[in-house]
């Protein structure tokens, strides 16, 4: 399976998707997705999930940043921005909930964009091919997610960018 974005040129994530854009909720959150297109799936691909997170955030808040969760894609492609009113996937709860984020549950659970406050981060885009759907609820949390992918995952593939401070 192959993974790729328009978003991401040679390696950068394109502004537009993070705190340089001009898309945000109430809470400040960065709310612009990026495109995702999912090539090469396995035989039998039900559906796919994402999860995209910033490992770089530990030093900076204790734990590794989760921007977005999506779960239930039936289809190859996400455009951008489609987060923000997707009804044909769900999506869970992200750490701008957190108490660093201070942004309620469900409307943290959409594209929750880049925002690195110290230096540049790479960001990890990890998509998995799955051969289900997944029994989830809008606001999911991560662990429930792995928790529902565990022996469903044909395959899996990461797609890195980073983003400037």
């Known amino acids: 399976m ?13 502004d537009k998707y993070g705190k340089r854009g001009n898309q945000f909720n109430k809470g400040g959150m960065p ?3 990026l495109p995702l297109k999912f090539e090469d799936a396995p035989e039998h691909t039900v559906s796919f999930a994402v999860f995209l997170e910033d490992k770089d955030s ?20 996400l455009k951008e921005n489609e987060s923000i ?4 996937f769900i999506q869970g709860t992200t750490s701008w909930h957190s108490k660093l984020g201070d942004i309620g549950r469900l409307e943290a659970s959409v594209y929750g964009g880049m925002a690195p406050p110290d230096r540049p981060h790479v960001y990890e885009i990890h998509v998995f091919a799955l051969d289900t759907t997944l029994n989830l609820e809008k606001g999911f949390y991560m662990n429930e997610l792995f928790e529902a992918m565990d022996g469903h995952v044909l395959d899996r593939f990461t797609l890195k960018g980073s983003y400037s401070n």
């Open 58 to 77: 530990v030093p900076v808040c204790g734990f590794a940043w989760i921007h977005w969760l999506a779960a239930n894609i039936t289809k190859d492609e």
């Open 2 to 14: 192959k993974v790729t974005s328009t978003g991401i040129v040679n390696g950068v994530i394109e």
């Open 31 to 33: 709310t612009y997705s």
């Open 85 to 88: 009113a997707a009804t044909d």
